[in-house]
């Protein structure tokens, strides 16, 4: 079965310190992967996606993910944090291109 | 306007009362999505259009009833719903292709739904 886990419900870090969020995946075809940013009182936006390109993607405001399928995993890491990343964190699954399987998400609080 | 617009932001409404959500997308795009967020569960795919054509129907109730007039519009009309439906509920797009899902969404911020 397919399946997206977020490991930690609640993350907290000091502004300037580093940020990691955790994400393991099940999926029996290769898979697309994303991690989706929702601020207070808005919508989702994309961050970044892995499409079995490049194993370490890239995404906008310094965030970054790779794909390491030894260990089915797509941690989100970004080596300094801004008060400004405080927000829920959703990895996704695209599940052969039929279907996305959300995760819970991770709520990022970041402290000055 | 740019973007994904949902309207309103919030509705509050008794459990007899008949209202719509409306979403418009001004991307260009060919699919559009209602999902359902409740606290502390994943996003529930609600609804998908593609080319204006309903291809996902993911159990929804029959209380939440769907309209897509056009590749630019969706509405979500409510009828009779319970307090176990309030939620936010997102609207996305996206430009899909042959194959299936990109898994690139565009998300509106959201029409904050309280039933009482």
């Known amino acids: 079965a397919q399946s997206v886990t977020q490991l930690d419900s609640h993350v907290s870090v000091s502004e300037g310190t580093p940020v990691l969020l955790r994400c393991n995946y099940s999926?029996?075809?290769?898979?697309?992967l994303f991690w989706y940013v929702q601020h207070p009182n808005k919508g989702l936006q994309l961050l970044l996606k892995?499409?079995?390109?490049?194993?370490l993607v890239k995404g906008i405001n310094g965030f970054e993910a790779e794909f390491k399928k030894s260990e089915t995993s797509f941690h989100l890491t970004k080596p300094s944090a801004h008060m400004s990343d405080a927000a829920e964190y959703f990895c996704?699954?695209?599940?052969?291109?039929?279907?996305?399987?959300f995760g819970k998400g991770t709520t990022l609080s970041v402290s000055s | 306007e740019t973007g994904v617009t949902q309207t309103p932001r919030h509705l509050v409404m008794g459990m007899t009362n008949k209202k719509s959500l409306k979403c418009e997308q001004h991307?260009?795009?060919?699919?559009m999505y209602w999902y359902k967020q409740s606290a502390k569960k994943p996003l529930e795919l609600m609804f998908v259009?593609?080319?204006?054509?309903?291809?996902e129907n993911n159990s929804v109730p029959s209380r939440f009833s769907p309209e897509c007039p056009n590749s630019s519009h969706l509405f979500l009309h409510l009828h009779t719903l319970q307090p176990e439906d309030s939620a936010l509920y997102l609207c996305?797009?996206?430009?899909?292709?042959?194959?299936?899902?990109?898994?690139?969404?565009?998300f509106g911020e959201g029409s904050r739904l309280t039933v009482l």
């Open positions: 996305a797009s996206s430009q899909e292709v042959a194959g299936g899902y990109t898994g690139e969404l565009f």
């Open positions: 999926s029996s075809y290769s898979p697309s």
């Open positions: 892995y499409t079995s390109a490049a194993t």
């Open positions: 996704v699954l695209n599940q052969a291109g039929t279907a996305l399987i």
């Open positions: 991307l260009g795009h060919n699919a």
């Open positions: 259009y593609s080319l204006e054509e309903r291809v």
